[in-house]
């Protein structure tokens, strides 16, 4: 069998913080593109590891670690450069697939609050997508803090609006956001980027957003998926999960829980949630803006963005934390988390 493919066009990634990947010796054979669509998949010889991730693997110039999550047909390993020793995310993909997965990230290309496509490496069965690594989920963050006061709550989902907005402008529906979605970009946890697109949608058509599937996290979820029959509103669906985005970051808790899924969603379908009396007058009418039963009635992600709450809440902070009965209202610790926040919807 022929191991060698066609020379492909490269693809030139800005910022690459490393020196140009060069071919290891045992795939001397072989050839590795960074092309992300090419005409012919590179072919390896039949001797390549690629698939034995038991312990340290090696990808070119890279050493994968650990396992660390598996979200769908994506697993996720920490990974490390062999020359520069800087750590990397990398998500690997079967081959087949890798270009639908990533169509999102091409789509919205480069953007601050976005995560960024730093290599991609093609083997025999499967991608190699490498990105710079993060300092912990917001989720988690915000579990550790029990809630944020309002001028940090501010500054971190003013990043969040931005990176929606930036989306939604390229024709890209998130549908699965929540606040796990969003990574810290530094050691001070004081910059965000949305660290996924794999579950995001790319639009046909920018100026019809309308969508039919049933996808989302129950906590996140909008009352419309749970009751249409037909199509919704994919940038108004977002809308609402960042209502609850930001309803979860001020109280602690979610506006919507029960540990019954079908009280959980009726209670959304209904709109039955509170809001303390522990937040601002205008953090309120932020919340109630973003998590109206009606979907037209909602703030759009670039009308988030002109909120006055933005520009006074760096000069108030939240004083009272919610109270012991609330508890089991309070976000999930990291083993019932994982119950809570698995996708219902498909």
């Known amino acids: 069998m022929n191991t060698h493919a066609p020379r492909l066009r490269p693809l030139i990634i ?3 913080k490393h020196v140009e990947f060069e071919q290891p010796p045992s795939l001397a054979s072989g050839y590795i593109s960074p092309d992300l669509q090419p005409n012919t998949p590179p072919t390896f010889p039949g001797s390549s590891s690629e698939d034995s991730h038991c312990g340290v693997s090696k990808i070119g110039r890279y050493l994968l670690t650990k396992l660390v999550d598996t979200v769908g047909i994506v697993d996720i390993y920490n990974a490390y450069h062999c020359d520069t020793q800087q750590e990397y995310v990398c998500k690997v993909i079967p081959l087949e697939k890798y270009r639908s997965v990533l169509a999102p990230y091409w789509q919205t290309g480069s953007h601050k609050y976005l995560n960024e496509i730093e ?7 499967k991608a190699y997508v490498f990105f710079a690594r993060h300092y912990g989920d917001l ?3 915000v579990r550790r803090r029990r809630r944020l006061k309002e001028h940090e709550a501010s500054r971190l989902f003013l990043q969040i609006v931005h990176a929606v907005l930036h989306c939604h402008e390229s024709g890209v529906v998130l549908r699965d956001l929540k606040l796990r979605k969003f990574v810290f970009k530094n050691p001070e946890r004081t910059q965000l980027k949305l660290e996924s697109l794999e579950d995001a949608y790319v639009l046909e058509d920018e100026n019809d957003d309308r969508l039919m599937d049933k996808h989302g996290c129950p906590a996140y979820v909008s ?3 749970l009751t249409a029959s037909h199509s919704y509103s994919g940038r108004a669906a977002d809308t609402w999960s960042l ?4 309803y979860t970051m001020l109280i602690g808790r979610y506006p919507f829980h029960d540990v019954e899924p079908s009280t959980l969603f009726t209670k959304i379908r209904r709109g039955q949630y509170s809001i303390p009396d522990t937040i601002t007058s ?3 009418c932020l919340i109630r803006s973003l998590l109206r039963h009606e979907p037209t009635e909602r703030l759009t992600a670039d009308q988030i963005l002109q909120h006055p709450w933005f520009t006074l809440s760096a000069r108030i902070s939240c004083g009272k934390r ?3 009965k609330d508890s089991d ?4 610790d990291f083993a019932s988390d994982k119950v809570e926040e698995e996708p219902f919807f498909v």
């Open 243 to 246: 209502g609850v985005m930001a």
């Open 139 to 141: 989720h988690s963050y």
């Open 282 to 284: 205008l953090a309120k």
């Open 322 to 324: 919610s109270n012991d």
């Open 223 to 225: 009352p419309e998926i």
């Open 119 to 125: 290599e991609i490496i093609l083997g025999v069965t």
């Open 329 to 332: 209202q309070t976000v999930p």
């Open 14 to 16: 800005n910022r690459r």
